[in-house]
Nanobody, 123 residues
Framework: QVQLVESGGGLVQAGGSLRLTCTASGRTLSNYFMGWFRQAPGKEREFVAASSRTAGNTYYADSVKGRFTISRDNAKNTVYLQMNSLKPEDTAVYYC????????????????WGQGTQVTVSS
């Protein structure tokens, strides 16, 4: 069992930056491929970014590529999402998740989820 807690969300103006943090307990994160997803009001939860166990490989949704960066510190059992050049359409609740099996971009592939942190980008 892995417990995940996100933090770092907030209100920011368009063009600004935020860094989200996901801290794990229960098991070491180095055992897991990790992902970030987001869900805007009235929309389905969508893939944002993912990192292999050692961060040797990272993956991004086209909508955030070049603006967001996923990273991890396995010694601290923590995963980060650095978000730059934020846009109003990035407004959503952001979730981190620990991968179980299957495609990294699919919600169904993740076994453990945090409670989410709200990111609001004003225009």
């Amino acid at each position: 069992q892995v417990q995940l807690v996100e933090s770092g969300g907030g209100l920011v103006q368009a063009g600004g930056s935020l860094r989200l943090t996901c801290t794990a307990s229960g098991r070491t994160l180095s055992n897991y491929f990790m992902g970030w997803f987001r869900q805007a009001p009235g929309k389905e939860r969508e893939f944002v970014a993912a990192s292999s166990r050692t961060a040797g490989n990272t993956y991004y949704a086209d909508s955030v590529k070049g603006r967001f960066t996923i990273s991890r510190d396995n010694a601290k059992n923590t995963v980060y999402l650095q978000m730059n050049s934020l846009k109003p359409e990035d407004t959503a609740v952001y979730y981190c998740a620990a991968h179980y099996r299957g495609d990294y971009y699919s919600r169904a592939s993740y076994a453990y989820w945090g409670q989410g942190t709200q990111v609001t980008v004003s225009s």
